[in-house]
């Protein structure tokens, strides 16, 4: 069956949703007609994007400035959708480093453990049991093409994101038969705000423009994937060859290759 239709009562949820992708999968959510809640740290951009969705088209959209990465504040949020009718989750926050941990502070490690890893796996524990009950949902987990294989001077990122790809896909296979549509989004490289300036204009270098994906582009293909419930969607060229490379690729050849496209991320 598909993804529940828009509802007066039922809510789609989008974390991260102050820019890039999240940004994105609000307003197209809304565009089909979903009343949202929508989450990121900073209210005053939330509540500049939920005025323009509903004057655009006309649906509610709930504010909850969240920082997902502290446990007390998700842990809040995550007791409220529980009693919710959330009929969709885009668990879509995340961030990322760049250099070798031994350099990098240590709180801004665990905190994108925080954010990419639990903060995915709280909000899925909290709305889950509902949607089983209801038989009906859509699950959509914002991996990565970073999460198929190791990446020296990424390396929490990547494996942050090697729990998001794998939970989302071993979800889909337990949720299958109870109505629940389960969808890994599995990006490259798209237009996006990164940690601080210099990553981002060390990023643009490396990249050259036609390897970019729109984040528009990205969640009108990953939405039309839930519906379809199909198991990962892995938009553009850069992520459908990364994907290939950490398939049949040793990872003793993959590994040393990235690393050092990754380490001049860091500065190095």
């Known amino acids: 069956m598909p993804v529940p239709a ?74 409220e959708l529980a009693v919710r009718n959330i009929s969709i989750l885009c668990a879509n926050a995340g961030t990322a480093t ?3 941990v031994a350099t990098l502070p240590v709180d801004g490690e665990k905190a994108q453990v925080q954010l990419n890893v639990l903060g995915v796996h709280d909000l899925a524990l909290a709305v889950i049991p509902g949607m089983v009950e209801r038989r009906a949902g859509g699950v959509l987990i914002s991996g990565s093409a970073a999460g198929n294989s ?19 896909e071993s979800l889909r296979g337990e949720l299958k038969r109870d109505g629940v549509h389960v969808t890994l989004l599995a990006p490259g490289p798209v237009r996006e705000t990164l940690p601080s300036e210099t990553e981002q204009s060390l990023v643009e270098k490396l990249i050259p423009d036609f390897l970019w994906i729109s984040t528009e582009y990205t969640a009108k293909l990953s939405l039309d994937a839930l519906e379809r419930n199909k198991m990962r969607v892995v938009p ?17 050849i993959v590994t040393p290759i990235v690393g050092a496209v990754y380490k001049k991320l860091g500065g190095g």
């Open 98 to 100: 760049f250099g070798p």
């Open 150 to 168: 190791p990446i020296p001077n990424n390396a929490t990122y990547a494996a942050s994101k090697a729990f998001a790809n794998t939970f989302s």
């Open 6 to 79: 828009p509802s007066p009562e039922a809510r789609a949820v989008v974390t991260g949703a102050s820019q890039n992708i999240g940004e994105a999968l609000a307003i197209e959510l809304a565009s089909r007609g979903h009343h949202l809640i929508i989450t990121a740290r900073r209210e005053d951009v939330l509540r500049a994007l939920a005025s323009r969705i509903t004057g655009q088209y006309g649906v509610t959209v709930e504010v909850r400035p969240v920082d997902l990465a502290d446990p007390a504040e998700r842990g809040k949020f995550c007791d």
């Open 236 to 252: 553009g060229v850069t992520s459908k060859a990364m994907s290939v490379a950490s398939g049949y690729t040793p990872r003793a």
